[in-house]
C-alpha cells in the first residue's frame, strides 16, 4: 500500500507551506451565479436503504456494512443520464460523496482498496460522472469525509463515532486524507472540494488550515467549504470568525440566514434521507420551489440531494420532481440565475433578488390583491409588471410602494419584475 511510504512526507509539506493561499473569486462568483446543485449520496449502503455512514453499526452491523461492497453491482447507473436529470432540474454544479464516513472510496484510489473496483460493477463511476459533467458544462466538485469510522487508524468509530478504536492514530491517518483529497483534484479535476466530518474531535484547527493551504498549492483555482476546518457554527453552517478557513459557507438542512456578504449554500435533501431510502417521504414541488427561492433571495446556493437507488438510477420520483422544479426555471431563471439577494429579506410572503436595476420578486402569496413595500424615498421605481407579462400599476410614495397585483394564476410562485431608474445593487437590506 502506497499509504505507508507518506506520513513523513505529510507532516513536511504541510508545516513549511507558506500560508498565502486564498478563495478564487473568480470561481466563486461563478459558483454564486450558479445558485442551483445537485447532491449526491451514493454507496453500496443503497442495497440495505438506511443512511450513508450512519446507519453502520447501528441500524446495520459493522460487519455486515462493511461487505455490502461486494454485493454493489450499479448495472443500471448511468452517468449522462444523471446529468440529463440535474440539467433538466436548472441545477448547474454537481457534487458527490466519493467518500463518506462509512470509508468506502467511490473511485478507484491507489491507497485503499475499499473501493468502486472491488465490487462487482469494477468500473469508475467517478470518472463517467466528472466527463459527463464536462460534456454538459456542469461544474463538477466532490464530496470527501475527513472522519472514516471503518479504517484502524482514525481513532472513532461506529456507531456515529461513539466509540474509539485501540489502533487509532491521527497522525498515521492524516497522510490518507492528503493523498485521496489530491487524487480527486489532479485526476478528477474536482472543481469544489465539499468537506464533512470535522467536528469530530480527532480533527484540529491546524489540520484544517494545512489542509486548505495544502490543497490550494495542488491547485489554487479551487473552491472549498468551510468543513475543511474547525469554525463552522453547527447546523446553522456560518464560519464564526474570519481565522477559520473555507471559502464558503455550508447551513444543513435548513435554509441559512439572509446574508449578502459572505458566501454560503444550504445543502437540503429531497427525501428525509440522504442516501436512498425505499418509500421515503418526498418533498412536494412548492417545497423544494419555495425553498430554493428563499435561499437565493436570502444571498445564498441550493444544494438539492437526491439518492440514487442500488441499481444506480435516480428514483424516477425524485427525478420527475427535479424536472418540475427545472420546468419552472425554464420560464423564471432570468430572474434567479446571475442574481444577488435582497434587498428584501425572505419571509413567507415573498422573496426578492437584483440584477442590474432590476428586482425580483417571488411572490408565494397568490390570494393578494395589493402588495405594498417598504422603499426608500431617493430611489425611484421607473416599471412594474409581472415577469415576461403585463404591466401593473403601482404608485410610490416617500417610504412605501403599493403595487396592484395581477388575478391569482396557476403557477406555484408569481414573479414580479420591478425596474428602477438606478442600479439595484445599491439598496440597502429592507424590512417587510
Not at 469494477?122 to 472514516?148: N, P, R, W
Not at 437526491?306 to 441499481?311: F, K, S, T
Request: proline share 5%.
Amino acid at each position: 500500500m502506497k499509504i505507508l511510504l507518506l506520513p513523513l512526507l505529510f507532516a513536511l509539506t504541510l508545516t513549511t507551506m507558506a500560508q498565502s493561499y486564498r478563495t478564487d473569486e473568480e470561481l466563486l462568483k461563478e459558483f454564486q451565479d450558479m445558485k442551483f446543485g445537485m447532491f449526491v449520496h451514493w454507496g453500496p449502503v443503497s442495497l440495505r436503504g438506511t443512511e450513508i455512514g450512519w446507519s453502520r453499526g447501528k441500524e446495520v452491523p459493522s460487519v455486515e456494512y462493511d461487505n455490502l461492497y461486494k454485493d454493489f453491482n450499479p448495472v443500471r447507473f448511468n452517468a449522462d443520464e444523471w446529468i440529463k436529470t440535474l440539467k433538466d432540474a436548472g441545477m448547474k454544479y454537481f457534487i458527490i460523496t466519493s467518500r463518506h464516513h462509512d470509508g468506502f472510496s467511490l473511485w478507484p484510489t491507489d491507497y485503499s482498496e475499499y473501493n468502486i473496483e472491488a465490487t462487482p460493477y469494477k468500473k469508475d463511476v467517478l470518472m463517467e460522472m466528472k466527463q459527463a459533467c464536462d460534456k454538459h458544462g456542469v461544474l463538477f466538485g466532490t464530496y470527501y469525509s475527513i472522519c472514516d469510522w471503518k479504517h484502524p487508524l482514525y481513532p472513532l468509530g461506529s456507531p456515529g463515532g461513539s466509540t474509539r478504536k485501540d489502533t487509532g492514530d491521527m497522525e498515521k491517518f492524516l497522510p490518507l486524507i492528503q493523498v485521496q483529497t489530491r487524487e480527486l483534484i489532479e485526476k478528477y479535476n474536482s472543481r469544489i472540494m465539499w468537506f464533512d466530518g470535522e467536528w469530530e474531535e480527532p480533527w484540529t484547527h491546524e489540520m484544517g488550515q494545512n489542509l486548505y493551504q495544502y490543497l490550494k498549492s495542488v491547485n489554487e483555482n479551487i473552491l472549498i467549504n468551510n468543513r475543511v476546518d474547525k469554525g463552522r457554527k453547527g447546523m446553522e453552517g456560518i464560519t464564526i470568525s474570519d481565522q477559520y478557513a473555507g471559502d464558503f459557507a455550508t447551513p444543513e438542512q435548513r435554509i441559512g440566514t439572509y446574508n449578502i456578504d459572505q458566501p454560503w449554500e444550504s445543502c437540503i435533501t429531497i427525501c428525509t434521507q440522504w442516501s436512498w431510502k425505499p418509500d421515503d417521504e418526498l418533498k412536494s414541488t412548492e417545497e423544494c420551489l419555495l425553498t430554493l427561492l428563499k435561499t437565493v433571495g436570502g444571498g445564498g446556493n441550493l444544494l438539492l440531494n437526491v439518492g440514487p437507488m442500488p441499481d444506480g438510477r435516480i428514483e424516477p420520483r425524485q427525478a420527475d420532481r427535479l424536472r418540475e422544479m427545472g420546468n419552472w426555471l425554464k420560464k423564471y431563471g432570468d430572474a434567479v440565475y446571475g442574481t444577488t439577494g435582497g434587498p428584501f429579506k425572505p419571509g413567507d410572503i415573498l422573496a426578492s433578488a437584483r440584477k442590474d436595476s432590476t428586482i425580483f420578486i417571488y411572490l408565494f402569496d397568490s390570494d393578494l390583491e395589493l402588495l405594498k413595500l417598504p422603499f426608500p424615498d431617493d430611489v425611484r421605481i421607473k416599471d412594474c409588471s409581472v415577469f415576461k407579462g403585463k404591466k401593473l400599476s403601482f404608485k410610490q410614495d416617500s417610504a412605501s410602494v403599493r403595487i396592484t397585483l395581477p388575478e391569482k394564476n396557476k403557477e406555484i410562485v408569481t414573479v414580479l419584475k420591478i425596474t428602477l431608474t438606478r442600479q439595484a445593487e445599491s439598496l440597502e437590506t429592507l424590512e417587510i
